[in-house]
């Protein structure tokens, strides 16, 4: 199974934590690619938050690579 389909069965949102431990990066790469909008992230207050479709989707598009 595929990081992607593993993200697209999972229910709830990612932290930069969880999705910087599922990609084996840092936390600071995770903050710059949302920062830069080059991966799909949204906020609640100050906490970023990650939807596991939207990054399944952007990961396909990368070819799985970051």
């Given at each position: ?12 949102c ?17 903050y ?27 990961l ?7």
């Amino acid at each position: 199974m595929s990081i992607a389909d593993s993200l697209e069965k999972s229910n709830h949102c990612f932290t930069v934590a969880e999705l910087a431990r599922l990609f084996n990066v840092n936390r600071i790469t995770i903050y710059r690619l949302a920062q830069q909008g080059r991966i799909p992230a949204f906020r609640i207050g100050s906490a970023v938050r990650f939807d596991p479709r939207a990054v399944a989707s952007w990961l396909r598009k990368q070819g799985g690579a970051l």
